[in-house]
């Protein structure tokens, strides 16, 4: 896999060259999908959602593991993605995240291919579907839903390659629109006012307690609505995101939160002994909440597989990732790193130092063998669900 480094480089070069824009990855997908069929993996296919995956046949006796790196991007369309060298960096919008993943996952497929390791388990190589913002994991959801089979799973991630991601931090977003009759600021004094009520419960919101404990936070993000200085805004919207590392601390803080939406719009009418504003709460984001013990068998073994690639382990802070969603199915499941050093992820400045990324692969790959298992060699250590 060192001597794989310059080819594995070349990749997340290629890879990043091709934008793929939340909702638009699929010409980033299918150049994805030609590169897993070149790599010989078998019934390489886009499924409905947009991912494409291949498989890399066990001896059927051992778990099925499904290894993936993301293929969208934050970016717009538009956005310039060509890769540009600094000083030993390479540097554009999405090389790290996820070009260094999508990278590696190619890396391991050829060491796999090149090594002649013929592994117990099953193992389905590929790239998802949104993975960020509003996203909202659609890929890896999908992928799950019509997979029963898998036991486990690996997402790569941009990052130092020693930590381990276990830990799922969860989210629900919400766009909260009031609306109200509107009218003319003056002649029409006395009429509820939607960016009032917005403002009532902006207010609210601001004060809710949130334990440190387990991080629990909340973020208005997004206002806009009215008309003009001298109308009564007929409706006002705003983004929400709250989260927390807890599915319980999540669903308290959003049972809070919606009442004091809800008390708000009650609020402006009782002001005004109106019933003419209402609120629409459109949940836009679902991404669950959820852990595995510090010593969970597939943390041991990337633990064990970080060891055994050189590297001093760490456990990891948890993190919103693809994980998330078989994690919270409770299917054994790591975000491991690519290697390498990653800066200005999710910003226009994003570079990536190839100083010995190699060790993000050859860790994964590790991993990948305790889980699997290794033909006449080592039993897989992923147990079979069904
Ligand atoms: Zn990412």
């Not at 990043?16 to 999908?33: G, S």
């Not at 790599?39 to 051992?62: A, F, I, P, T």
Request: hydrophobic residues 35%.
């Amino acid at each position: 896999m060192k001597a794989d480094h310059q080819q594995t480089i070349q990749d997340q070069i290629a890879v990043t060259e091709i934008p793929a824009p939340p909702f638009k990855e699929n010409e980033r997908a299918q150049y994805y999908k030609g590169r897993l069929e070149a790599l010989g993996l078998e019934g390489v296919q886009q499924d409905e959602e947009g991912n494409v995956y291949g498989m890399l046949k066990g001896s059927g006796n051992g778990p099925t593991l499904f290894v993936s790196a993301h293929l969208d991007t934050v970016f717009p369309e538009g956005t310039d993605t060509t890769v540009r060298e600094r000083d030993g960096k390479l540097c554009a919008p999405g090389i790290g995240d996820d070009g260094r993943g999508l990278a590696s996952v190619l890396s391991i497929v050829r060491a796999f291919k090149e090594s002649g390791v013929r592994p117990e388990g099953d193992i389905i190589f590929g790239g998802t579907v949104g993975e960020e913002g509003l996203g909202d994991l659609r890929g890896v959801k999908h992928f799950f839903a019509e997979h029963a089979e898998v036991d486990g799973f690996i997402s790569i991630e941009s990052g130092s390659p020693a930590g381990i991601t276990y830990k799922a931090t969860g989210s629900h977003r919400y766009v909260i629109t009031y609306k109200g009759p509107g009218g003319h600021s003056f002649g029409a004094f006395g009429t509820p006012n939607a960016i009032h009520a917005m403002g009532r419960a902006i207010a609210g919101i601001a004060d809710v307690k949130v334990p440190a404990e387990p991080k629990t936070t909340f973020n208005v993000g997004v206002v806009e609505g009215g008309t003009s200085i001298n109308s009564i805004p007929a409706d006002a919207k705003m983004q929400l995101d709250m989260r927390s590392n807890d599915e319980e601390e999540l669903l308290k803080l959003e049972q809070k939160v919606m009442k004091i939406v809800d008390q708000a719009s009650e609020d402006e009418n009782k002001r005004w002994r109106s019933d003419q504003m209402t609120v629409q709460k459109e949940l836009v984001g679902d991404r669950p909440a959820a852990t595995q013990p510090d010593d969970a068998l597939i943390v041991q073994t990337g633990w064990a597989g970080a060891q055994s690639a050189g590297l001093n382990p760490s456990l990891g802070e948890p993190s919103s990732t693809d994980s998330n969603y078989p994690m919270s199915l409770g299917i054994p499941s790591l975000t491991l790193r690519g290697g390498g050093v990653s800066t200005g992820t999710h910003s226009p400045e994003e570079c990536f130092d190839p100083t010995d990324a190699y060790l993000g692969p050859q860790r994964s790959y590790m991993t990948i063998l305790g889980l699997v298992g290794v033909r006449d060699v080592s039993q897989p250590l992923l147990p079979q669900r069904n």
